[in-house]
């Protein structure tokens, strides 16, 4: 038993021996080591085309209603979200007109989320929001605006920045989702979309009012001084 060991000891002692002189002169047998790469490399090859097939077969499957729905949720995430941070808004405001306006457009915004889940109805489906990164990225940047204009005299003109990047993204979502209706027949599930899209659009326009006739003006009677 103590010479098994002895051998085996040593055969590993001779191994490692072998290896540190191998990676020492660079003469590691060439013949093995680019048999090794090869079999690698068509491991690879291999892996990377059945994967390739998997994503070409999810592909196929994919067609507009999927992409409808998947907007659908995403929009439905949006919606509840902007409506959790209008409040803080609609605090942050000095305008009276600009306090009535986003507090409409709340209460706007409530009945959008109703419409949207009235769709998910009308496609057998449960209401499910989808993270959107997108409005979250437009959300965070309008919690760090008010943090750094909120209590300034720039605050409603901030204000009105955030919104209009929030209804942009809006208009430009049900933009697509209104033809996405349309080419796939969802009559009713369009008519809502419309009545939605034409509430963000007119409230774009009311801030656009608003900055271009009273807000940008006051905020900037500091930088004449
Ligand atoms: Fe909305
Ligand atoms: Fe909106």
Redesign the pocket.
């Known amino acids: 038993m103590a010479t098994a060991e002895k051998s085996t000891r040593d055969n590993k002692a001779s191994k490692t021996a072998a290896k540190k002189t191998a990676r020492a002169s660079g003469t590691k047998s060439t013949a093995a080591n680019t048999e090794t790469r090869k079999k690698r490399a068509q491991a690879v090859a291999t892996k990377s085309a059945a994967r390739k097939e998997v994503r070409a077969f999810a592909k196929d499957e994919k067609s507009l209603s999927d992409l409808f729905e998947h907007a659908l949720g995403d929009i439905y995430y949006a919606e509840k979200k ?1 409506y959790k941070s209008l409040p803080k808004m609609i605090k942050a405001a000095d305008h009276p007109d600009l306090v009535a306006a986003l507090t409409s ?1 709340r209460e ?2 409530a009945g ?1 989320i109703e419409k949207l889940e009235a769709i998910f109805e009308l496609l057998g489906k449960r209401a499910k929001a989808e993270k959107c990164d997108a409005i979250d990225g437009i959300l965070e940047e309008s919690e760090s605006l008010l943090e750094d204009f909120g209590s300034s005299v720039a605050a409603d003109a901030a204000i009105i920045f955030s919104c209009q990047a ?2 942009h993204y ?1 208009i430009t979502r049900y933009g697509s989702m209104r033809a996405f209706a349309d080419a796939l027949g969802l009559d009713e599930a369009k008519q809502h979309i419309e009545d939605i899209l034409a ?2 659009k007119a ?1 774009d326009v009311s801030l656009t009012g608003l900055a271009e006739d009273s807000v940008n003006a006051a905020a900037a009677e500091y930088d004449d001084e």
Do not use: D, K, L, M
Request: glycine share 0%.
């Open positions: 902007i457009h706007e915004t959008q929030i209804e809006e509430q963000e409230a």
